[in-house]
Nanobody, 127 residues
Framework: QVHLVESGGGLVQTGGSLRLSCAAS????????MGWFRQAPGKEREFVAV????????YFADSVKGRFTISGDNAKNTVYLQMNSLEPEDTAVYYC????????????????????WGQGTQVTVSS
């Protein structure tokens, strides 16, 4: 049974940083596509970043490029989302998602491409 547990959310001021963690069990992150999505109130869930196939590839939404990084610790089976230069527009619930094995590039930015989801962690950026 696969479980994804996010942590690290919180309240931060504009320009601040947070690091989110996603601890996985029941699958191996190095053999999975590990994504982060976010959902703000009244908005659809949107893609943020993905780490694919043992970290060989990473992709980011245009809105976070240059500010966010994604990485994995295979020994801990945990994926991290480092968020820098945070803006009020980054306020949302952040979800970790996973798909076993490689997934097509066309689907990696879509929530339908992922089989497993965490419960989410709230990130609030104050202005």
């Amino acid at each position: 049974q696969v479980h994804l547990v996010e942590s690290g959310g919180g309240l931060v001021q504009t320009g601040g940083s947070l690091r989110l963690s996603c601890a996985a069990s029941g699958l191996t992150i190095s053999r999975s596509a590990m994504g982060w999505f976010r959902q703000a109130p009244g908005k659809e869930r949107e893609f943020v970043a993905v780490l694919i196939w043992n970290g060989i590839n990473t992709y980011f939404a245009d809105s976070v490029k240059g500010r966010f990084t994604i990485s994995g610790d295979n020994a801990k089976n945990t994926v991290y989302l480092q968020m820098n230069s945070l803006e009020p527009e980054d306020t949302a619930v952040y979800y970790c998602a996973a798909a076993r094995g490689p997934i097509p590039i066309a689907t990696m930015t879509k929530s339908t491409g992922y089989e497993y989801w965490g419960q989410g962690t709230q990130v609030t950026v104050s202005s």
